[in-house]
Every structure is written in structure tokens, then in C-alpha cells.
């Protein structure tokens, strides 16, 4: 494994621990909080990031194994919708969590074992059969990383919101 590598798998991992820093801050009543009335919850983003792992890791499992595999990510309904219809706003919270966290281990342990195929990708397409893009082991788990970011900020933001 090269040197960049190394760092975008720590990125990775780091991301995690950081969501789990702010989320460490959240009362116990906090996970109903929202930045705005009607705005995704603390709660809703737990579970929204927890659904990404569950998502990738299949993918970059065919990208590593089957390099050039067709995802379609067909009927999806968005995410407001898919997350009212999963109940991203009423679950217990503390099986995503260790989702995300099982994940980030396996995820970042099967891509170690195989730095020669960070360039392998799969090609996206939608309902249509269009192809939408082409996306890398690295690349996806850069944008991992960064969703992750994201939302820990975002989580940031709800505290802060609520708390001053």
C-alpha cells in the first residue's frame, strides 16, 4: 500500500471518530433536535450516514472484485422519502452507530488488502439504462470520507443551534 493510500484510509477512520466526538455532545433529547423546524433531526443524520456504509460496501466490493460492474441505483425514491418510509426519525440510534463503525473496519481492511485495485471502478446508470458516471475504489472512498464530514458538521450545527 503507497503512501496516499495510508493517508485516505485515515481520513477515512478519522471521519468516524470525529462524527463520533460531536455526536458524544448530544443529550440523550438532543437526537430529535434540528437545525430548523422541519429539517432532518440528529437522529435522521445518524441514520442517513449508516445507510451509506450499508450501500458502499457492496459496491466497492464489486468494484475490487468485478471491475467495470453496472449499479443502478433503480426506484430510488430520494432520501427525505427513504428516510421517512426506514423511520430515520423514530429508531433507536445505537445499531447504526456500530453499523458505521463495523463498517469503517471492514471497508478499510478489504481495501488494504488490495492497494493494486484502488482504480478499479463501477459505472453507475439509472432506471433508464443511462450512464450516469464512473466511480473508483478511491474515489468512493473519498467521498465517503467527506459525506461523513459533512454531516459532522452538520450535527455540529443542530448542537449549536440548540444549545445556545
Not at 37 to 43: M, N
Not at 103 to 120: G, Q
Not at 139 to 162: F, G, P, R, Y
Request: net charge negative; hydrophobic share 45%; glycine share 4%.
Amino acid at each position: 500500500m503507497n503512501q496516499e493510500q495510508e493517508i485516505i484510509i485515515n481520513n477515512f477512520n478519522n471521519s468516524l471518530f470525529a462524527f463520533n466526538a460531536v455526536l458524544e455532545k448530544v443529550p440523550l433529547e438532543g437526537m430529535s433536535w434540528s437545525e430548523k423546524e422541519g429539517e432532518w433531526t440528529i437522529r435522521h443524520v445518524i441514520h442517513h450516514v449508516a445507510e451509506d456504509c450499508n450501500v458502499y460496501a457492496f459496491i466497492i466490493e464489486r468494484a475490487l472484485a468485478m471491475p467495470g460492474s453496472k449499479v443502478v441505483f433503480g426506484d430510488f425514491p430520494g432520501n427525505n422519502i427513504w428516510a421517512e418510509r426506514l423511520g430515520f426519525g423514530e429508531r433507536p440510534t445505537e445499531s447504526a452507530v456500530a453499523l458505521m463503525r463495523a463498517h469503517r473496519a471492514f471497508l478499510s481492511d478489504m481495501v488494504a488488502y488490495f492497494p493494486d485495485r484502488w482504480d478499479n471502478n463501477v459505472i453507475f446508470f439509472n432506471d433508464e439504462g443511462k450512464e450516469l458516471a464512473k466511480s473508483t475504489v478511491k474515489d468512493m472512498m473519498i467521498m465517503l470520507t467527506e459525506h461523513m464530514q459533512e454531516h459532522t458538521e452538520m450535527v455540529s450545527s443542530i448542537l449549536k443551534a440548540n444549545l445556545s
